[in-house]
């Protein structure tokens, strides 16, 4: 389950990172300032948060499958 709760980190980190950017995007826009770098940031967090989700629903496949094996 280590994996598990890696993944869980994982989607928080992201969740944060994402949050974080979209604020800053937000300030940038009103002073006027390039905002790409904020929205590569905000798909560089989207990219980990799917990339958790996957560990995720793998972690879930392989349970299920340990727990048809022993029944």
Known sequence: M???N???GGLMSAQARFD???VKT???IA???DVVSD???QIQAR???EANI???KTVNEVTGRLLDMKA
């Open 2 to 4: 280590l994996a598990l």
């Open 6 to 8: 890696t993944a869980i």
């Open 20 to 22: 974080k950017s979209a």
């Open 26 to 28: 937000v300030q940038d």
């Open 31 to 33: 002073q006027g300032k």
């Open 39 to 41: 929205f590569v940031d």
């Open 47 to 49: 990219t980990a948060f």
């Open 54 to 56: 996957s560990v995720i």
